[in-house]
């Protein structure tokens, strides 16, 4: 569905993503592992149209994406839930929801998918009318998840859905995307929180200094050393402890 | 029946010239101007929050496209060619500008009114060697209220029709997160020139209309940059993002400037700029939000209740 080969990103004399290659297949969830500065938002937004790699090709179902603006990569079926909330504050719930239904392509059955959308977040449901900007966090980002699915999207890209959540609300969130994953919908996360990420995903991709450093099963990343030495503190104690 | 309140509201105003002398009709042109440049003002620089100077820019060639072709062309085809050079002119530097972040836009669109007021300059001099020119139409004062009267109606009509449509979900957000909004599928670059275009064609055929009142046009006087500052406190202070907002900036501003350039017309300028300052601080959003916020509280907080709930 996805397929990025030798993308290389550079922001003036620095180089963000020095070749990077990877896959994602329909249905599948993929995470994008790694510190900060690794270069996994700079890869994310070159797949959302956000910023434009410096060479390299970023292909969607066989179409290259990387000259393609913003605006059409979501009328091709990617959304991006950017890092940091991507909800507009002074509106309501119900108006950044119907912004998410601009893009052509979602026009069509708006308000069925509406409805699945609310189904999947009980909580929105009952908060239509609040303004965004007066929730808490993990509401917020709860709200920018759904206002990405009202797009009707094909690929979802969320770049650090859990940043600055407190734990159990990186659960519920979590939790809420596992609902989505379950409806068949292809992930592609870029998280720091590797065994939450990494109980969801099915497979994901290392990335240090721009480059992939490793990549394989969810269950072969949590036992690969590097990873467990860069983000689980060396132990490789059972997700569900962390999870719960 | 909305719409027939409109009608009779237009059609009393339009009669106010026979109720006002020859002074008071000219007010009366001055003030259907600014409410008709403001409310242009705010239709693209409200929801883009790009502060545009170049007001006068487009207002001053919309004046001097009819001072050169008044004795060439009738009238009407003036109008229209003052209407497709602005359009022209806008879509030119809106294709080269909007990209730039609001601040440069800011400094460009300042140097836009200099620009063209020189380079005009510079062609009447060099080029036809005139400096100056007389506007003879056989227009009245209130002839002009009417079609700035009509002109204020058109835009009003417009910007209230791009509320209602799916562009104006899109316009609201446009100048909070620009990522965000192109992942929403709205295509920012062309949005935001639609945006211009409009505004900006307004604003030339404002000063197009307006230009027989003067009689003898040069650059120095169609291009005063004042033009530029008045519009943007008049929007602003009314509330750039709402739809009566900058006619309610406009009225009490254009009366209050025109008694203090009258009274204090040698501190007029340092009035102004306090002006603008009380306004960006004292009200940034202008007077409409500030009497909704004031209405809420008195209505129990229901404005901050939210927020509790969502805190509990």
Sequence with gaps: ?244 | MRYLLAVLALAALATLPMVFGDYGTGMLVGLAGYVTLATSWAMFSGPTRYISLATVAFFGVGAYTVAVLNEVLPYPLVLLAAAGIGATMALLVGLSTLRLAGIYFVIFSFGLAELVRQLITWFEVNVTGTLGRYIFLDLEAKHIFWQLLALGAATLALSAWIRRSRLGLALRVIGDDETVAAHSGINLARTKLVLFVASATIITLVGAIQAPRWVYVEPSIVFNPTVSFLTVIMALLGGATRLWGPLCGAVPLFLLFEWLSARFPDHFSILLGLMFMAVVYALPDGVLAALEKFRSKGNGNSATKPAKEANA
């Design chain 1, 1 to 244: 569905m996805l397929e990025i080969d030798n993308l290389r990103i550079t922001y003036g004399k620095h180089t963000a993503l020095g070749g990077v290659g990877m896959a994602v297949d329909k249905g599948e969830c993929v995470v994008i592992l790694g510190a900060n500065g690794a270069g996994k938002s700079s890869l994310l937004k070159a797949v959302g149209g956000v910023v434009r790699p410096a060479s390299g090709v970023i292909s969607h179902e066989g179409q290259d994406l990387a000259q393609v603006p913003a605006h059409e990569i979501v009328e091709r079926g990617i959304a991006l839930v950017p890092e940091g909330r991507g909800i507009f504050a002074r509106m309501s719930v119900a108006d950044n929801l119907a912004l998410g239904c601009h893009p052509a392509r979602a026009r069509g059955g708006a308000e069925a998918r509406r409805r699945e959308v609310l189904e999947l977040f009980p909580r929105l449901a009952e908060r239509q009318k609040q303004l965004v900007g007066t929730m808490s966090g993990g509401e917020q980002q709860m709200v920018a998840i759904a206002r990405a699915l009202m797009s009707n999207p094909d690929l979802l890209l969320l770049d650090e859905p859990s940043l600055g959540l407190a734990p159990i609300v990186t659960k519920e969130v979590f939790a809420a995307l596992g609902r989505i994953r379950e409806t068949g919908l292809t992930l592609l996360i870029v998280e720091q929180n590797v065994r939450a990420s990494l109980a969801l995903a099915s497979r994901g991709y290392l990335l240090e200094a721009g480059r992939v450093v490793g990549s394989g099963s969810a269950e072969q990343l949590q036992s690969d050393p590097a990873v467990q030495r860069a983000f689980l503190g060396g132990t490789s104690e059972p997700l569900e402890n962390e999870l719960n």
